[in-house]
C-alpha cells in the first residue's frame, strides 16, 4: 500500500447488539476494504447489550475484543473513540447525552428519542461537547438518491413544484405480527411516523429542503398484537396463539406538506406518506420529485435504479430508466459496473464512511444531530396536526444539510 495512505486506526464501542448493532459492525469490519484509500481503520473495542447472549454474539461473532451489560462501560472506556447507539428509542436521548458528556463523537439511529424534545436534548448536548454526530438515515446513500440530489440541485429538472413520498412496508401487516417495542409508547415514541416517516421526511429534506407547514393524519389499523420480549426475536417475527396487548401507537401517518422559502423546493408542495402495515409493499420506500423541466422517481426496492424524465418535446418524452453506474455518489467503490448491484448493508458502509471522515475532520458529509432533530420535527408537528386537524408550522432547524435554495 503507497506511504501516501495515513494510518489512521479508531476505537469503536457498541452499544446494543439487535438488528442495528450486527449492520454498523459489518459497515466498521467493511469500510477499511471498500475504502483502503482513507487509511481509517477501526477496531472493535468493547460492545454492550443488556441481554447476556446478545452481548456474547458481539464478541463470539462480531469479534468486539470485550463485552458488558453496562453500556456506562462503553463510554467511560479510553480505548473507544466513537460510539454506535443502536439501542431502542426511549434509550436514545440518554445515551445520546452521555456519549456527548464523555467526548465520544457518536453515530445514532433514527428516530433519536421517543420525539423532537427528546432529539432537542441530544442536540443541546452533542452541541456543548462540540462531538461529531452522524445519524442513521441510510437511504441518503444511495446512489440513485445522490444522482437525484446532483439533478435537482443543477436545475435540470426546473423548478420544483411539488413531491410525492411514501415509506410503505408490510413489516407488521400480518395480524399476529409481535407487539415488540416498536408499538409501545414508552419505548418507542410514536409508531410509523418516528420510525418510518422520519426517514421520509429527512430524504425530502436532504433533496428538496426544509418542509416549513403540515396537515397530518395518522390510524391505528391493528389494534393489538401478540407480545414480545425486548432483546428476543425481530419485528418482523410472527407470534401464533401469544398472549395479546394493545398497540399504543400509528400504524399510518400523512401528511399535506408545504415547503420553506429558504429551500430548493421553495413554493413546492407535496404528500408524504408512511406506513408499516401495508400489503403488498415489502420496503418500498418511494419518492416522485416533479419540477418544471422534469422528473425522477426512486424507490427502494429497487434501490440501484432510477428512473428520470428531463424535457417536455420530442418523440422520446417520458421516462427513462437508468441503473447506478460508477459515477454515481459512491458506486464505484463498491462495484467497477452498472448493474452490479449495492445493497442495503452496503448504504450502511457509506454512512460509516461519511461518519468516520467527518470524525478525522474531513469533509462533513455525514448527516448530523440537526438533520435528526429537523426531521424529528416534521415528525411531531405531523402527530400535532392529525390530533388538533389543523395545519401545524414545522419549527425551522439550524446547522443541517437540508437542500438550501443559493
Ligand atoms: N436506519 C435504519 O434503517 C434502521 C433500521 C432498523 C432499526 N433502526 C433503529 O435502530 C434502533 C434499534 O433497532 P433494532 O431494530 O436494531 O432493534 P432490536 O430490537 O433488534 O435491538 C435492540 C437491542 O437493544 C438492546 N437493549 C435494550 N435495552 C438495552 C440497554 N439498557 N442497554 C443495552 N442494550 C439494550 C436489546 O437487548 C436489543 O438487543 C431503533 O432506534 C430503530 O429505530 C434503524
Known sequence: MSTAIPNRPVGV????VG??????????LALPIVYPELGIKPRL??????????????RDVLGYEKITLDYHDVLND???????????????????????????????????????DETESVEKAADAAGVVTSIGFNYRNAPAVEHSKQ??????????????????ADYSAEPNGALSWRFIRKFAGSGVLGDLMGHLADLVQYLV?????????????????????????????????????????????????RFADNAIAAGAVGTIEASRVAVGPRASYNFEIYGTEGSV?????????????????GEHVGYQRIMASPSFGDFGSFQPGAGTSMGYDDLKIVEARKFLEAYFGGPAKNSNIHDAVAAARVVSAIEESAESKKWISVKPATGTTAAIAK
Open 78 to 116: 479510553p480505548e473507544v473513540d466513537v460510539v454506535s447507539i443502536c439501542a431502542p428509542n426511549f434509550l436514545h436521548a440518554e445515551i445520546g447525552i452521555a456519549a456527548a458528556k464523555a467526548g465520544k463523537a457518536f453515530w445514532i439511529e433514527k428516530p433519536v428519542g421517543r420525539g423532537a
Open 209 to 257: 429542503g426544509p418542509i416549513s407547514e403540515v396537515s397530518g393524519i395518522t390510524k391505528t389499523i391493528i389494534t393489538e398484537r401478540p407480545v414480545l420480549q425486548m432483546g428476543s426475536g425481530t419485528h418482523f417475527d410472527v407470534i401464533e396463539g401469544g398472549e395479546k396487548k394493545p398497540v399504543e401507537n400509528e400504524d399510518y401517518g400523512g401528511a399535506l406538506i
Open 151 to 168: 439533478l435537482i440541485a443543477s436545475g435540470a429538472l426546473g423548478r420544483i413544484t411539488n413531491i410525492r413520498g411514501t415509506f410503505f
Open 13 to 16: 464501542g457498541l452499544i446494543s
Open 297 to 313: 422517481k426512486w424507490d427502494f426496492e429497487r434501490m440501484n435504479e432510477l428512473e428520470v424524465a428531463i424535457g417536455r418535446k
Open 45 to 58: 473495542v468493547i460492545a454492550a447489550d443488556n441481554v447476556q447472549e446478545r452481548a456474547d454474539y458481539a
Open 19 to 28: 438488528w442495528m448493532g450486527k449492520v454498523h459492525s459489518r459497515a466498521y
